[in-house]
Nanobody, 123 residues
Framework: QVQLVESGGGLVQAGGSLRLSCVAS????????MGWFRQAPGKEREFVAA????????LYANSVKGRFTISRDNAKNTVYLQMNSLKPEDTAVYYC????????????????WGQGTQVTVSS
C-alpha cells in the first residue's frame, strides 16, 4: 500500500475556491490511478473524481462536474483537486485514494487511503 497525505482544506465562503493536494510516499506513484472521495457527517463516503496513471483519463461525479478539476504531477508524486464555485453541500472530509487499475468511482476498489482533510463551505 502507498501512504497518502492530504492538505489544503479549510473554511471558505460559498462561491470560493480551494485546491487540495495529496502527496504519495511511493516512487512508483505514476503506476497508480488516484481518486478523491468525500464524506459528510452522517453520510457515506462518496466519489468525487479520479485520474488515470498518465493523467489522460479523468472521471467526475455529476455533482462536481464543471466545478472541480483533478490533475496530477508524477514528478512530485502529487495529485490535486481544484475546487471552484464551492457550495455549502460540498462541506465534507476529503480523502485521496490509490489503486493500480483504471479509474473507478467505487470506494471498495481503492487500496490505499489518506487521513482526510476538512473542507467547510459557509453560506
Amino acid at each position: 500500500q502507498v501512504q497518502l497525505v492530504e492538505s489544503g482544506g479549510g473554511l471558505v465562503q460559498a462561491g470560493g475556491s480551494l485546491r487540495l493536494s495529496c502527496v504519495a510516499s511511493e516512487r512508483t506513484f505514476k503506476r497508480y490511478t488516484m481518486g478523491w472521495f468525500r464524506q459528510a457527517p452522517g453520510k457515506e463516503r462518496e466519489f468525487v473524481a479520479a485520474i488515470s496513471q498518465s493523467g489522460i483519463s479523468t472521471l467526475y461525479a455529476n455533482s462536481v462536474k464543471g466545478r472541480f478539476t483533478i490533475s496530477r504531477d508524477n514528478a512530485k508524486n502529487t495529485v490535486y483537486l481544484q475546487m471552484n464555485s464551492l457550495k455549502p453541500e460540498d462541506t465534507a472530509v476529503y480523502y485521496c485514494a490509490a489503486r493500480t487499475w483504471a479509474p473507478s468511482s467505487k470506494t471498495s476498489e481503492y487500496d490505499s487511503w489518506g487521513q482526510g482533510t476538512q473542507v467547510t463551505v459557509s453560506s
